[in-house]
Every structure is written in structure tokens, then in C-alpha cells.
């Protein structure tokens, strides 16, 4: 049974000498139980670094009865016999036996939970990186663009009613310059309010929305979308995937065409974006923008997968996300 358990279990006496293992341990460490046996634990899978503490923690626990580690899950560093070390979670319980007390440990090789610990957290930096940028981008378009517009169209209405009585003629012209203004202001705001949220999207779904992102691409692109009813909140989820991967295929690219299909099976949303360009492309392209791709999916529960074997061999994009029953 301890054989075919995943997790290493390894003894050791009181002396600190190894006793047991496990072939789990074997297979971790890359050691042998005969070449290990009767040798002293900390010099065989502890980093140098940690051997004094072990080796002063055993000998005072068997001193004084005081423990730290007994009957605890802890983590730390543990060392592999060609010396590279990895995190792990060990749990040590004391058993006794007529020949002294034995002490077991239990330890977990928990490389890819950390990893994706590190993986989640960089994603959240990206996520507040992201809206910062975005907040950063909108006010300065506000500034810029609609916010000037308004401006100007106040100024210019200030000035027709100044010139109302002394000079008609002119007060008409600062009119219809203070009108252009207006509606210059009012479109820009509508653009951007596009960007955030097109008005489309809301109005006639998702389906009209990817059409008309597709007409303002600047290669051709075909649409397969299925009648299938989303939460808005996925519905937008959706729609900015495919603009944000549109997007990348026009700059990064080089292709000629690029096709977009949804569909939804078992439960199971499916969105592939596929273009016929130079391909090339990996998910940790930082430049390519693929990284917050992943992150918007990896948001929703779903999955990011990637084809793009170069040489010409165009990039396909599929996004799997879970739908509610």
C-alpha cells in the first residue's frame, strides 16, 4: 500500500538515519533505498541551508518533548540527488516503538501548485495592469477628443450671444461652428462608448455585433455563429475575445483571411478564431497580446488552446468555456 501511494513516505530513527522508503520517494529524489538505508536523512534530500535546524529539532524534541513540525502540514525546499530542489509539503508523525521512537514523513512534490499559484497571481497583476491602462486610455480620449469638442462648442456659443446684437451674420456662423463641435463631441463619445461596450451588442446580440466587427476588419473575415443564448456578461466575455484576436491577426499576422466561429456542445462554449497568416505564435508572446486572452478566459473557468506551427501555417485560436446547465 505505501508503494503504490503517490505521496513519498519516508522513516527515519532517532538518530536521524533513513529507515524507509517508499518507491514514490524513490522516484522523487532519484535515490535507491539500498544505496539510502542507514544514512542520515539531511544529507539527502535537506538543502544545506536547512540541515542545522533539522538535525537541532530532532535532537531537541528527543531532549525536551517540544516539537514544531509534528502533526503539522508545512511547506519548504527539498532537495533531489542530483542536487536541484523543488517546494514541497511534509507532515512528520512519531510513532514508538520498542526499539525507540520512529518518525515518519509524508511529503508532496507541490512544484505545479506553486506554479500556478505564481501563474494566478501574475494573471490578477495583469487584470489590475490592464484596467489601469484602460482608465488610463479613456480619460485621455475624454480629454482629447470629446471633452475639447464640448469646449470649443461652449466657447463658440459664449461668443454668438456676445456678437447676437452687434454683428448677426457672425453670431449665425459661431452657431454652426458650435453645432459641428457638438456633434463631433457626441460621436466621439459614441466611439468610445463602443469600445466599452457597443451599443449593438446590447440591442441585437451577439450575432450582429461579430458581423459588425467583421465589416470593419481590414482583410475579409467569414463568421460561423450558432443560435445560442449567453448571459450578456459572457455574451461581451465573447465578443471583445474575438475583437482582441482579430486584432493580433491584423498586426502580428500577415495573413490574407481569418475566420471566426461559435458554437456551443455539451455544455460547453466553443470559440475559435483561425487565420491563414505566417503563424509562429506561442501563448507567452507577450507582445502578441495572447497573454490577456488567456487571462479573460482563464476569468470565465475556460481554456485557451493554440495551434500555430509556423512556416506559413496560420494560427488557430480556440477558447472552451463551461456553460451553466
Known sequence: MLDAALDCVISIDAHGRVTYLNASAERTFGISREDVAGRELAELIMPPELRGA???GLAR???SGQTRILNRRIELSAMRADGSLFPAELTVTRVD???????????RDITDRVRAAH?????QRRVIEAGYTARERITRDIHDGAQ??????????QLAQQKWASDPERAWELLHIAGAEAAAGIENLRQLAAGIHPAILTD?????????????MPIPVSLEVGRIELS??????VYFFCSEALANVTKHAAANEAWVSVSARDRELTVEVRDDGVGGATLHSGGSGLVGLNDRISALDGTLELASPGAGGGTVLTARVPLPD
Open 54 to 56: 533539522h538535525r537541532d
Open 61 to 63: 524534541h528527543l531532549e
Open 97 to 107: 516503538s520498542p526499539s525507540g521512537p520512529v518518525f515518519t514523513g509524508f511529503l
Open 119 to 123: 501563474e494566478l497571481r501574475a494573471a
Open 148 to 157: 475639447q469638442q464640448f469646449v470649443n462648442t461652449l466657447v463658440n456659443l
Open 204 to 216: 441585437r446580440g451577439l450575432g450582429p455585433a461579430l458581423d459588425a466587427l467583421a465589416a470593419r
Open 232 to 237: 450578456p456578461m459572457l455574451e461581451a466575455s
